[in-house]
């Protein structure tokens, strides 16, 4: 069994009751040679503020409703509290650390156990697992990541402090000792004993609660188990103890019949015959992603490179089995795979700027890459070594087969790969106002963080109103010489910037424009200021494609490649298209690939920026933008000279303003969102950035979606349309082909027959097509312009009835027949 203590020393001959109020078990703890330490009510943490780690505490400083911790290490004469996180862990303890005292609380009883250890560390020794495999941990294991991807089974506290009885728990439950009495000896071991006890009490927590729960392989796992016992060194009888109180805990039938198998696995680990260990361990429990967590654990070395389980044999018959392992060592090795929608895709650089597929980017951007089957092949080989059998029965070292590599890449919606939403070039907050900052992959937010540690100061946790205010003048600074046409416009382009970067978090945003009346205004300039603040480096760009076909497929790669900025650069044409519309109001849209004839998902979390001379923003287009309107109002705009560069600023700034910005934005959540705007329609979230603006003196970005709406072509072509049906008709509805015979009597210049010429020339290309005109109708029906729309009011013969409602009512005209 577990290494028994070696000596025990009495503290104190006082009456062992469990003490009710702090105050008396701080006497208690004190007369034990504890040092105690006052916590807040319900609370795990010290109360005294910063030094409360070298302050000597007098029962006298406790209140009533405290809760208590005590000092752990030597200023407690060496006392080690053994953190028990999780419930199999308990358990065992009650068996290996029996002569422990114990105190815990209702939902977690026996949680803590204290042992004296003067040779021990000044630090927390935790049994955990991170990165990938705690997140295999909590799939497989129920183990869920509380801090830092961690996922914890037990820890060694040798410094800070515990929280001890009579403590309230943050839970709601008492924290209280075992048995109901404070001990009054607590148990001595050396600190090599007491690692040798917890990493054996960490290994078989992990294999308890893997352990299967229905009959088929328990025997083949209790003998690997015993293997694994054997080579720590356990004597024969320890082993088969140990395996079958392991087997009891998990409620095994056979129990009784599990162990005694040791001392015939010994003989053939003697002869140096080939017996089952940790290897086969992990893969009867599904556990081969936590191997390497394992082996550190127990302090034992890797296997050699010809023992099974440390090496993949490619075997007819074992595809599957393959692939997994395969999976299991690319996922351990940390090679930054990830799937995101159906694909799998990997982190990559451009180290020179491209100008490909119609797409510009810098130098140094960070984009997602498709993993692909050649480097996915190279990849497994450097995860873990490859062999094949030869005829005359040994291994011979080979190169993975591209087979086991398409498996892997078709394996959508099983991989176990982490999910990826997206790259971000800066901190973040999350959906619900967490700041996100440490560099690689953070699984709350599901992003890659793509920086290095140390690039940018930390965001403040609470920042007040006066934080937010000071943080978005610095901002504003920036803009100090653009010439912007009202205050409104202004607020578009710090909207831009706070927009870009949470965009992660948004479900949706607008398409931010930036407008001029001629060239050399600096729209351009600041929207690539705006980029640089958001990735490091001015945006993708784009200019607009010849069709909307191009369009589509352009915005697409860009989509794919996850640029977190996407700049439609200098539009000469109105900016339209259901592709577009698609990706600023939906998280998710269906595109084709430059090259691909199928169509992929993509995630659509992207801030997408346009300029353009009076930029025109056509049909559905109007109602999902803001723009920022510029004028310098001199007739050579580009001729003036700046006393700055807004990007070298940008640039030179940017771990400044990026902190800046989330600032305002983080000090507005955590005053409760105070301003309450009328949601914009498909961005609803993208409030959290209008608010915050208001909330801070600024006008409402969105203010500025009226006059985009008076600007849209479209509706000017359909209030022509209203006119000239007002004129004609007026009020009474009446079918197509009713229309047009109607028409046909009228002399020319009738505002009849004006408006079947203007049905001709828009719908029918200057003849009457019933069809065509039909489907012009339904793309304006029901919209609202002016007071007046037109609707289908029923069917006549088979065929709609169109009726202007809000026009002017005519007297029905008399068919030539009832003259």
Not at 256 to 276: M, S
Not at 568 to 581: A, K, S, Y
Not at 588 to 605: D, H, N
Not at 654 to 671: I, K, M, N, Q
Request: proline share 7%; net charge negative; aromatic share 6%.
């Amino acid at each position: 069994m577990a290494p028994q203590p070696t000596s025990t020393t009495a503290r104190t001959d006082r009456p062992t009751r469990s003490p009710a109020w702090p105050i008396d078990a701080a006497t208690e703890y004190l007369a034990r040679g504890w040092q105690p330490v006052p916590l807040g009510p319900a609370s795990k943490k010290p109360r005294g503020g910063k030094g409360w780690q070298s302050r000597r505490y007098e029962p006298s400083d406790f209140h009533g409703d405290d809760n208590i911790g005590v000092l752990l290490g030597p200023p407690s004469d060496h006392l080690v509290d053994i953190d028990l996180d999780v419930g199999e862990a308990r358990e065992l303890a009650v068996h290996l650390f029996s002569d422990l005292p114990a105190f815990g609380r209702a939902g977690a009883p026996g949680g803590h156990r204290l042992v004296r250890c003067p040779d021990a560390p000044a630090k927390i020794t935790k049994f955990q697992f991170s990165g990938t495999a705690a997140e295999y941990a909590a799939e497989r294991l129920d183990l869920t990541p509380e801090t830092n991807d961690k996922a914890v089974v037990l820890e060694l506290r040798g410094n800070g402090q515990t929280m001890f009885p009579p403590s309230l728990h943050p839970g709601g439950e008492r924290v209280a000792w075992a048995g109901g009495a404070v001990p009054n000896v607590i148990p001595e071991l050396t600190w090599d004993e007491l690692q040798k006890s917890a990493r054996l009490l960490a290994f078989l927590a992990v294999v308890l609660r893997a352990y299967p729960r229905v009959a088929g392989c328990r025997d083949e796992v209790c003998m690997a188990l015993t293997g694994v016992l054997l080579r720590l060194g356990s004597e024969e009888e320890e082993v088969d103890e140990l395996v079958t109180l392991v087997a009891q805990l998990a409620e095994d039938e056979e129990a009784g019949d599990r162990g005694g198998k040791a001392a015939a696995t010994r003989e053939r680990l003697d002869a140096e015959e080939p017996t089952t260990g940790l290897p086969r361990l992990c893969e009867l429990l599904d556990l081969a992603p936590l191997e390497k967590t394992l082996r550190k654990w127990l302090g034992i070395a890797g296997e050699p490179a010809e023992a099974p389980g440390g090496v993949i044999v490619m075997r007819g018959g074992a595809l599957s089995q393959i692939v997994n392992r395969a999976e299991a060592a690319l996922l351990e090795s940390g090679v930054g795979i990830f799937q995101r929608g159906e694909t799998l895709v990997r982190v990559a650089r451009i180290d020179v700027s491209s100008d490909e597929e119609g797409v510009r980017r810098d130098r140094g951007t960070t984009v997602l890459r498709t993993v692909r089957e050649p480097w996915l092949v190279e990849q497994m080989g450097v995860a873990i070594p490859w062999f094949v059998p030869r005829l005359s029965g040994d291994l011979a070292p080979a190169d993975p087969s591209t087979k086991y590599a398409r498996t892997l890449l078709e394996r959508v919606g099983r991989w176990r790969f982490a999910v990826l939403r997206g790259l971000t070039r800066a901190p973040t907050l999350d959906r619900c106002g967490a700041i996100a900052e440490v560099p690689g992959y953070d699984p709350g937010t599901q992003l890659y963080l793509d920086f290095v540690d140390g690039d940018f100061p930390p965001v403040p946790e609470r920042p007040s109103r006066e934080d937010a205010e000071s943080a978005l003048k610095r901002l504003d600074h920036l803009l100090r010489r653009f010439p912007f046409v009202e205050d409104a416009a202004r607020s578009v382009a710090l909207s831009a910037m706070l927009t870009g970067l949470v965009r992660r978090s948004l479900c949706t945003a607008p398409l931010h424009a930036f407008d001029a009346p001629t060239a050399g205004t600096g729209k351009s300039l600041l929207a690539e200021t705006i980029g640089i603040i958001v990735t490091g480096h001015c945006p993708a760009a784009i200019s607009q494609g010849k069709s909307a076909e191009e369009d589509e497929k352009r915005f697409a790669t860009l989509l794919r490649a996850g640029d977190p900025v996407l700049l439609i650069d200098n539009c000469e044409r109105p900016l339209q298209g259901d592709f577009l519309c698609s990706m600023l109001t939906q998280e998710i849209v269906q595109a084709r690939i430059l090259g691909l004839s199928e169509r992929v998902r993509l995630p659509t979390s992207v801030l997408v920026l346009a300029t353009g001379n009076n930029l025109t923003l056509a049909g559905d287009m109007a109602r999902r933008a803001v723009v920022c309107r510029l004028d310098a109002g001199v007739e050579q705009p580009d001729a003036r000279e700046f006393d700055f560069d807004p990007r070298q600023e940008a640039e030179d700034a940017r771990s400044e303003l990026v902190v800046a910005g989330l600032t305002a934005l983080r000090a507005y959540h955590l005053a409760g969102r105070p301003v309450s705007l009328k949601p914009v329609g498909s961005f609803e979230d993208w409030s959290l950035v209008r608010e915050t603006l208001v909330w801070l003196d600024c006008s409402d970005p969105a203010d500025t979606r009226a006059e985009v709406l008076r600007n849209d072509p479209r509706r000017d072509e359909l209030v022509e349309l209203l006119a000239a049906w007002d004129s004609g008709v007026g009020c009474e509805p009446l079918t197509l082909a009713q229309l047009r015979a109607r028409a046909q009597k009228r002399c020319e210049g009738d505002p009849l027959k004006n408006l079947v010429r203007l049905l001709e020339n828009r719908a029918g290309r200057g003849v009457w097509d019933p069809l065509r005109v039909g489907n012009y109708l339904r793309r304006h029906r029901d919209r609202l312009v002016g007071g007046r729309r037109l609707v289908v009011d029923g069917t006549t013969g088979g065929a709609q009835r169109w009726l202007l409602k809000g026009g002017t009512p005519h007297e029905p005209e008399l068919e030539l027949e009832s003259l």
